[in-house]
């Protein structure tokens, strides 16, 4: 796996949601803040107003795409002076996988394409952590065509579900986030300053050696095996990726081995030495210590109560 694949592998948990909703001029409503979440708003039809906490007023038009990775409450109007009201209730667990409603109103029609996901913190990837609070994608012609396609996709099967909804609608968000995450990281050499996992996506050389550790977590990596994956000797490749990523190579190989493991252990069935074995430990008992000092318990009492993990990264 590419490690973008892999970053929406680790994090996410349970199933989004979904809802088109059609609301009429004059409308105001604040979405709360959920913590170990993420939320997107698209307009489908006519424009709105984005009203994030702190900060300007920002203008949306049709196909425009704002993401909140890090789960901060944010709020929707048809005018920045329009009074907003108050949420009643939490998005993800009152609504169905998908749901369809209409806002009464005298004014013109605005439709939103609205959603959710549920991120594990116990799970979370520094590059999840990089992402600023919002992210706003406006729609401009011939710009990431694919986001425009899934948007397009999963409006209609909200709109007019039929045999599947279920199963396309799940689908459809997972795309959906995987577009919004790729728009963001390829746009990212446009901004003032691009730093982080962006930065760490945007070399080539880093980026190599990244999709080596993410393709193959049990091979047994040195930093110079690294480096001659990114075309650089090995201290000017420890140099950068440190000060990219954030932390050493070895440091993000041993990480990345054990979260993996932790995905295993929660969503397999494998045993203990079969999984030690494919986030390469060739010892059940390292692989224990290792997976103690970093999450806290045992893998086997992790496997029967996961709880958060006590990252470094």
């Not at 998005?91 to 109103?105: I, M, W, Y």
């Not at 995450?181 to 050696?209: K, M, N, Y």
């Not at 494919?278 to 496997?303: D, I, L, M, Q, W």
Request: hydrophobic share 45%.
């Amino acid at each position: 796996m590419d490690v973008l694949s892999d970053v929406l592998a680790i994090m996410r948990t349970g199933r989004p949601r979904s809802a088109r909703v059609e609301w009429h001029a004059p409308w105001g409503q604040r979405f709360p803040a959920v913590p170990g979440s993420a939320g997107f708003q698209v307009v489908l039809q006519g424009s709105a107003w984005l009203l994030p906490p702190g900060g300007d007023p920002v203008a949306m038009g049709v196909g425009d795409v704002v993401f909140f990775p890090h789960g901060h409450g944010w709020a929707m109007a048809d005018s920045p002076g329009t009074p907003v009201a108050e949420p009643a209730c939490d998005p993800l667990e009152e609504l169905e996988t998908f749901a369809s409603a209409s806002v009464p109103g005298p004014g013109a029609a605005t439709v939103l394409l609205c959603g959710g996901y549920r991120l594990d913190p116990g799970r979370a990837h520094p590059l999840l952590r990089d992402l600023p609070d919002v992210i706003h994608l406006p729609a401009r012609l011939g710009r990431h065509p694919e986001l425009r396609a899934a948007v397009d996709l999963l409006g209609g099967e909200i709109g007019d579900p039929r045999l599947g909804a279920d199963t396309a609608v799940s689908s459809l968000l997972d795309v959906l986030l995987l577009y919004i995450l790729r728009a963001w990281f390829d746009a990212a050499p446009e901004h003032c300053q691009v730093t982080g996992w962006a930065a760490a996506l945007a070399d080539p050389a880093i980026s190599a050696a990244l999709d080596a550790i993410h393709r193959d977590p049990a091979h047994p990596w040195t930093v110079q095996a690294l480096g001659a994956r990114a075309g650089l000797s090995r201290a000017a490749f420890s140099r950068r990726f440190t000060a990219l990523v954030g932390q050493p190579p070895l440091a993000y190989v041993t990480w990345w081995r054990l979260a993996t493991a932790a995905r295993l252990l929660r969503e397999s069935e494998g045993a203990l030495g079969e999984i030690s074995a494919r986030v390469g430990y060739t010892s059940e008992f390292a692989f224990a210590n290792a997976f103690k000092r970093e999450y806290g318990t045992a893998p086997g009492r992790y496997r029967r109560h996961p709880c958060p993990a006590v990252t470094t990264a």
